[in-house]
């Protein structure tokens, strides 16, 4: 699965700062922290999903696919 790398990958793109997207999603960035950085190993469903919606993206795509190899 690729989730945390997927969530790296599309902050990096988007140059969003913890900060932004704690604004934008509503999730506080200590939370984010913790996904981003695989502090928490099961983030919450409700977190993935507005991560997912965040960065325009579908479930499927943000856990299982390597987003970084497709782009390239």
Known sequence: M???QNLNYLKEQS???FQK???ASGIKQTTL???FTE???NPSF?????????FNISLDD???KDLAKEKN
Do not use: Q, R
Not at 46 to 54: D, G, Q, R, T
């Open 33 to 35: 922290k913790y996904v």
């Open 2 to 4: 690729f989730l945390i």
């Open 21 to 23: 997207l704690s604004s």
């Open 39 to 41: 502090k928490t190993t």
């Open 62 to 64: 943000l856990v299982y």
């Open 15 to 17: 140059g969003m700062s």
């Open 46 to 54: 409700e977190v993935v999903i507005v991560l997912a919606k965040l």
